[in-house]
């Protein structure tokens, strides 16, 4: 089992950029791909990006594709969520999930965070 801690969100302005981070604990993180999602107030949660095991094979949502970028430092049980070019639409609480395969699909994730918030003001 691993434990998942999001951390790096905040209140920034329409085109600022922040860079998410999930920490892992109780198990090393090579053993899971890892994804990112967000939920809006009254909307459902959505897939932001994931990405494999090891690194190397990303897959993006079209609304952050070009403006977000997934990594992940196994040696350091870490998954980071650069955001660019941040719009208002992009507020939600940010969680990373882990799963035993890359998904886009919420249910597939089998450990989650317990969220941080990202808010952008225009």
């Known amino acids: 089992q691993v434990q998942l801690v999001e951390s790096g969100g905040g209140l920034v302005q329409a085109g600022d950029s922040l860079r998410l981070s999930c920490a892992a604990s109780?198990?090393?993180?090579?053993?899971?791909?890892m994804g990112w999602f967000r939920q809006a107030p009254g909307k459902e949660r959505e897939f932001v990006a994931r990405v494999s095991w090891r690194g190397g094979d990303t897959y993006y949502a079209d609304s952050v594709k070009g403006r977000f970028t997934i990594s992940r430092d196994n040696a350091k049980n870490t998954v980071l969520l650069q955001m660019n070019s941040l719009k208002p639409e992009d507020t939600a609480v940010y969680y990373c999930?882990?799963?035993?395969?890359?998904?886009?699909?919420?249910?597939?994730?089998?450990?989650w965070g317990q969220g941080t918030q990202v808010t952008v003001s225009s």
């Open positions: 999930a882990a799963g035993y395969a890359p998904r886009v699909v919420a249910g597939e994730y089998d450990y």
């Open positions: 109780g198990r090393t993180l090579s053993s899971y791909a």
